[in-house]
T-cell receptor, first 113, second 110 residues
Framework: AQSVTQPDIHITVSEGASLELRCNYSYGATPYLFWYVQSPGQGLQLLLK??????LVQGIKGFEAEFKRSQSSFNLRKPSVHWSDAAEYFCAFSSGSARQLTFGSGTQLTVLP | NAGVTQTPKFQVLKTGQSMTLQCAQD?????MYWYRQDPGMGLRLIYYSASEGTTDKGEVPNGYNVSRLNKREFSLRLESAAPSQTSVYFC?????????FGPGTRLTVT
C-alpha cells in the first residue's frame, strides 16, 4: 500500500541546534515528494519539493531535504533552528493522474530557548 | 490575489444537521481537492475534482458530497453531520504537481 511514515511524533530541539525530521515512503515508483509546514491554526505552507534531478533540494526558511532512493527516504534538515520554526511538519507524496497527496501523520517540533 | 479561500472559518453543528463548506480559488487551476485533518493522522483526501463538472472519491468520502459548479468553486456538503466528522477541513488547488491550500475550516459536531 502507498504510505508515508514520519516515525517521530514529537521532536524537541534547542534554538540554534541542528534539526533532522525523518520521512519514509512506500510507493511503486519514484514519487514527487513534498515537505509542508503548519503553524498553529494555520493552513499548510510548502517548504520544498522533489521531482527529479539533484537529490538535495533547497527550500524556504533555510530548510533542505535529501532524497535517498535506496532508503525510500526524504528527510528534512536545517543546520540551525530558530524559535519561529516551532510548528508541525508534514511529508507527502503526489501520485496518480489526480496528483492527490498522501500525507504522513506529521512531526510536531518544539524549540527551546 | 486571494489564492484559495474557505468559508466559514469555524462552525459548530449538532448531530444530524447539514451544512456546506465553501471553497473558491482565483488561480485558474483546473484541479481542486478537499482534505480533512485529524490529530495524529495527517491530511486525508475526501473528494477531488479534476475539472469543472467532474468529481471523484478520495480515501474517506463516506458522509460527504461535493459539487464543482464552475472552475472557481468547489463545495463540500455534510448532509447529516456526525461527531466523527469533527475535524479541520482544507481545500486545495493544483498547479502542475504543486498543491496550494486554503486556511481551513474548523468544524465541531456535538
Amino acid at each position: 500500500a502507498q504510505s508515508v511514515t514520519q516515525p517521530d511524533i514529537h521532536i524537541t530541539v534547542s534554538e540554534g541546534a541542528s534539526l533532522e525530521l525523518r520521512c519514509n515512503y512506500s510507493y511503486g515508483a519514484t514519487p514527487y515528494l513534498f515537505w509542508y509546514v503548519q503553524s498553529p491554526g494555520q493552513g499548510l505552507q510548502l517548504l520544498l519539493k522533489y521531482f527529479s534531478g539533484d537529490t538535495l533540494v533547497q527550500g524556504i526558511k533555510g530548510f533542505e531535504a535529501e532524497f535517498k532512493r535506496s532508503q525510500s527516504s526524504f528527510n528534512l534538515r536545517k543546520p540551525s533552528v530558530h524559535w519561529s520554526d516551532a510548528a508541525e511538519y508534514f511529508c507527502a507524496f503526489s501520485s496518480g493522474s489526480a496528483r492527490q497527496l498522501t500525507f504522513g501523520s506529521g512531526t510536531q517540533l518544539t524549540v527551546l530557548p | 490575489n486571494a489564492g484559495v479561500t474557505q468559508t466559514p472559518k469555524f462552525q459548530v453543528l449538532k448531530t444530524g444537521q447539514s451544512m456546506t463548506l465553501q471553497c473558491a480559488q482565483d488561480m485558474n487551476h483546473n484541479s481542486m481537492y478537499w482534505y480533512r485533518q485529524d490529530p495524529g493522522m495527517g491530511l486525508r483526501l475526501i473528494y477531488y475534482s479534476a475539472s469543472e463538472g467532474t468529481t471523484d472519491k478520495g480515501e474517506v468520502p463516506n458522509g460527504y458530497n461535493v459539487s464543482r459548479l464552475n472552475k472557481r468553486e468547489f463545495s463540500l456538503r455534510l448532509e447529516s453531520a456526525a461527531p466523527s466528522q469533527t475535524s479541520v477541513y482544507f481545500c486545495a488547488t493544483l498547479d502542475s504537481y504543486e498543491q496550494y491550500f486554503g486556511p481551513g475550516t474548523r468544524l465541531t459536531v456535538t
